[in-house]
């Protein structure tokens, strides 16, 4: 049994759930803290009066016109299935018990440790010498997956990592998640919106959308 952390809804919006890319702000995360509890993914996935807290990184070289965004395509054959074979513009994962030991978790809290063990993992960077700055939340119950989950979205600037773009792409290459990575210049993400107009015809999901809409990547 797998368990990840989550929070009623109500604690989050007392009145209407807003939707879309919100401001950091939209969410006081420490008025939050005391709601936060770790419980049973599997049953979470399909109760919609809880959300799962989600780390949601976005790597990010440039800026103005020179901003470029490392998108990946996820593997058919994902963890969570209604993702598969989708282009994102995220990294990461749950929020799990194995984080509150983390030797950083008194200094980036439950929620920025987490963060920071899904960009190791997730793209084998030296998380612990990259900035994360939050961009926004992301809430939004258009789609199934994206009705259990809210989004803390970081952006990592890797203008400080040693080495060229080709180099960042193999290290997140070599790990288990992506079927394909590349750099796309932020100003051409909004024309790779919907259907079939993302890199090789494929899509992007719903939460790449979002961020992208809302101008989170925009140099």
Same mark, same amino acid.
């Given at each position: 049994?797998?368990?990840?952390?989550?929070? %009623?809804?109500?604690?989050?919006?007392? +009145?209407?759930?807003?939707?879309?890319?919100?401001?950091?702000?939209?969410?006081?995360?420490?008025?939050?803290?005391?709601?936060?509890?770790?419980?049973?993914?599997?049953?979470?996935?399909?109760?919609?009066?809880?959300?799962?807290?989600?780390?949601?990184?976005?790597?990010?070289?440039?800026?103005?016109?020179?901003?470029?965004?490392?998108?990946?395509?996820?593997? @058919?054959?994902?963890?969570?299935?209604?993702?598969?074979?989708?282009?994102?513009?995220?990294? +990461?994962?749950?929020?799990?018990?194995?984080?509150? @030991?983390a030797p950083d978790v008194a200094a980036a809290g439950l929620i920025g440790a987490a963060a920071r063990r899904e960009l190791a993992e997730e793209t084998g960077l030296a998380a612990d010498r990259l900035e994360l700055d939050l961009a926004g939340i992301i809430n939004s119950d258009r789609e199934d997956v994206?009705?259990?989950?809210?989004?803390?979205?970081? @952006?990592?600037?890797?203008? +400080?990592?040693?080495?060229?773009?080709?180099?960042?792409?193999?290290?997140?290459?070599?790990?288990?998640?992506?079927?394909?990575?590349?750099?796309?210049?932020?100003? %051409?993400?909004?024309?790779?919106?919907? %259907?079939?107009?993302?890199?090789?015809?494929? @899509?992007?999901?719903?939460?790449?959308?979002?961020?992208?809409?809302?101008?989170?990547?925009?140099?």
């Amino acid at each position: 049994m797998r368990s990840i952390l989550v929070v %009623e809804r109500r604690h989050l919006f007392p +009145g209407l759930s807003p939707q879309g890319f919100l401001s950091p702000d939209a969410v006081d995360l420490a008025a939050l803290a005391p709601h936060l509890f770790f419980a049973e993914r599997d049953y979470m996935e399909t109760c919609a009066h809880y959300k799962q807290i989600i780390p949601y990184l976005m790597l990010v070289r440039g800026h103005g016109d020179q901003r470029r965004v490392l998108a990946y395509q996820r593997r @058919t054959k994902h963890t969570e299935a209604r993702l598969g074979g989708l282009w994102s513009v995220g990294f +990461g994962g749950h929020v799990e018990p194995l984080d509150r @030991t983390a030797p950083d978790v008194a200094a980036a809290g439950l929620i920025g440790a987490a963060a920071r063990r899904e960009l190791a993992e997730e793209t084998g960077l030296a998380a612990d010498r990259l900035e994360l700055d939050l961009a926004g939340i992301i809430n939004s119950d258009r789609e199934d997956v994206s009705s259990v989950h809210l989004g803390l979205a970081f @952006t990592v600037d890797l203008d +400080g990592v040693d080495g060229p773009d080709d180099d960042l792409l193999a290290s997140v290459m070599a790990q288990a998640e992506p079927h394909r990575a590349l750099w796309i210049p932020a100003r %051409e993400l909004p024309d790779a919106l919907g %259907e079939g107009r993302g890199p090789d015809r494929g @899509t992007f999901e719903d939460w790449s959308r979002i961020v992208i809409e809302g101008g989170a990547l925009a140099g």
